[in-house]
């Protein structure tokens, strides 16, 4: 099966790209290779140098989605049956820096595609969403919960479901929408929570947990990858949204804490609680779990330490080489 990844050098997007191959799909990628404005350009050399070491040589497409000429002969010289669309401004902090870009990227992009979509006949568009579309949500948080979102980052996304559902309605093209949180792992960038946290702590800092009680659903990224495509494949998610995260929330300050103790150094200190920021808790995966068999397999414990010691092992290493 032919299947299109859009970011697919990118760090959920190079995992997802590795599930496909493990289970023999014919995959083509599509990357601009974006620092986002805020990435550094050595950092980002770095971690694209890395994650192509775990994929095979692919067709590759570097260009920018906003052009909607060049993604019409992309996709019309792969034929895709499916698209998994993961291209976009990563998080609120990107968006918030640049939100004129990200518009280009996340609405005027995701047409391109869509339009691409329904005039070379793609069977299905998986689009990944966030779940920052809820805004504030508490623990088993479902996908039939009501979405206020929070900052421009969770609104794009919103409006992104809602392209993506008024395309397949009026084209007869099936949707499938993912909604992870919190992800995590090798091969990130070191402007996540958890990487900051890692990188203070080696250098013996202070760790600030904005609000005591503020928790994340940390998904480790093998498992966010597993769970895209597990839906992107199953016959049983035709036009369905689903919530693929670990399933449990953690708080920052328990995270802060597995840190400090593996890493044998740190100190943190609790703030006030940062209200530009939505309070989250747990998402309920009972409807992937149903649907396509989707069962994390990773807890926050094991998942901190694998990524501590890819970032002690390799990151560090590979950026002193650059």
């Known amino acids: ?45 770095t971690l694209i140098n890395l994650r192509c070491q775990t994929i095979p040589d692919l067709p590759l497409y570097t260009t920018e989605i906003q052009s909607r000429s060049t993604v019409d002969y992309v996709v019309g010289k792969c034929q895709p049956e499916i698209i998994i669309h993961l291209a976009s401004f990563p998080r609120q902090k990107t968006v918030e820096a640049h939100p004129d ?33 809820y805004g504030d949500f508490d623990d088993h948080c479902s996908e039939s919960q009501e979405c206020r979102p929070q900052g421009q980052y ?30 995590y792992g090798p091969r990130d960038t070191e402007d996540r929570v958890l990487a900051k946290f890692m990188a203070l702590a080696r250098r013996g800092g202070t760790l600030a947990i904005n609000g005591r009680d503020e928790a994340l659903d940390f998904t480790y990224v093998t498992d966010a990858a597993a769970g895209i495509v597990g839906a992107a494949l199953s016959k049983n998610t035709v036009d369905r949204t689903y919530n693929v995260t670990r399933g449990e929330s953690v708080t920052l300050l328990r995270a802060a804490k597995i840190i400090t103790d593996l890493v044998g150094q740190g100190s943190i200190e609790v703030r ?10 747990s998402l309920n995966i009972a409807a992937a779990r149903r649907d396509f068999g989707y069962e994390p397999k990773v807890n926050i414990q094991q998942g901190i330490e694998n990524y501590y010691h ?13």
């Not at 050098?9 to 023999?24: D, P, T």
């Not at 008024?166 to 499938?176: F, I």
């Not at 390799?314 to 002193?320: D, L």
């Open 1 to 45: 099966m032919k299947v299109m990844v859009t970011g697919g050098l990118g760090f959920i997007g190079h995992h997802v790209v590795q599930e496909l191959v493990a289970q023999s799909m014919d995959v083509t990628m599509l990357d601009n290779k974006t620092n986002y404005g805020v990435i550094p350009p050595a950092e980002l050399e």
């Open 101 to 133: 870009v990200a518009a280009r990227t996340m609405i005027e992009g995701l047409i391109n595609l869509l339009e691409a979509a329904r005039s070379h006949k793609v069977r299905r568009f998986v689009f990944v969403s966030s779940s920052m579309v």
């Open 154 to 183: 969770g609104i794009m996304k919103l409006a992104g479901e809602m392209l993506v559902q008024d395309y397949a309605r009026k084209s007869g093209m099936e949707y499938t929408i993912i909604r992870p949180s919190a992800v």
């Open 272 to 281: 006030p609680r940062d209200a530009s920021y939505p309070s989250r808790g």
């Open 310 to 322: 890819w970032l002690d092992h390799t990151f560090y290493r590979s950026k002193e080489t650059v």
